[in-house]
């Protein structure tokens, strides 16, 4: 009877998380349904969306950025499980192109040239991988050359998406996103330490109803098994 009762109450976690992270969640998802009575379910998108989604009262237990600007929003609003916030992963920023392009990029100057007529960047001013990129072309000097070939689509996913489309000649995406695809090819990783410093936070969300299915789900996300994953699709594991 016990065991009735127990699978009765098997948990549902519902997971936001950064449309970066899709491919590996996925997996690192099956890894811990196999192991727990609890099932995840996702919702992935861009991680300003997700975070006004939460602010809003969405259903959401746990919460997977991939900037602290986000997760420092809702925490300040009381958004986030105290104690439960922890900074995971990092992650490095590349410039994609179609994989038969013949355009020659091997520098971010390159993207001034006069053949490199649209590039694709997940919105600017708000998501992310966007703002990361926008960032790192203010840095090196290079934005506000740049910005009139921008098109600003709605997160990393679609960035990749457009690329692989061959509908723009180039655009910008975590190292993890262009490894997942054989349409792109990477011609310029940006150096991590010229690059904006990437951090990925997770925390469980304050209104979860699944409190501590949501705790058994963060904790399996610093396993072992779960850092192998994590490494093997590319990201920086933090902890």
């Known amino acids: 009877m016990t065991g009735f009762i127990e ?30 009575k609890n099932t995840v379910k996702f919702n ?12 809003e009262g969405a259903p959401a237990d746990i919460f997977f950025s991939a900037d ?16 439960t916030r922890k ?7 590349v410039i994609i192109v179609p994989a038969d392009s013949k355009v ?12 490199v007529k649209r590039i694709v960047l997940a919105e600017p001013s708000s998501v992310p991988v966007g703002v990361y990129s926008s960032k790192y072309l203010s840095d090196e000097g290079l934005w506000e050359q740049v910005k009139p070939k921008v098109v600003p689509v709605q997160d990393v996913r679609a960035t990749l998406a457009s690329v692989e489309s061959g509908n723009v000649e180039a655009g910008f995406v975590y190292k993890t996103d262009a490894a997942v695809s ?18 990925y936070p ?4 304050k209104e979860s109803k699944q409190k501590d299915a949501a705790r058994d789900f963060m904790n399996y996300l610093s396993s072992s098994a779960a850092k192998v994953s994590f490494k093997k699709f590319g990201f920086v594991v933090l902890e």
């Open 68 to 83: 602290l600007l986000q997760m420092d929003n809702l925490d300040k609003k009381g958004r986030l499980e105290p104690g």
């Open 202 to 205: 997770v925390a469980v969300v």
């Open 104 to 115: 020659a990029i091997s520098s971010p100057k390159d993207l001034l040239k006069p053949d």
């Open 7 to 36: 699978v009765v109450r098997a948990d549902e976690i519902l997971v936001s998380a950064a449309a970066s992270l899709t491919d590996v969640l996925n997996e690192i998802s099956k890894g811990y349904q196999s192991k727990s």
């Open 182 to 199: 054989k349409k792109v090819k990477i011609v310029y990783e940006v150096p991590i330490d010229e690059g904006p410093k990437i951090t």
């Open 87 to 93: 900074n995971l992963l990092s992650n490095q920023l």
């Open 44 to 55: 992935f998108g861009p991680s300003s969306g997700l975070a006004r989604q939460i602010e």
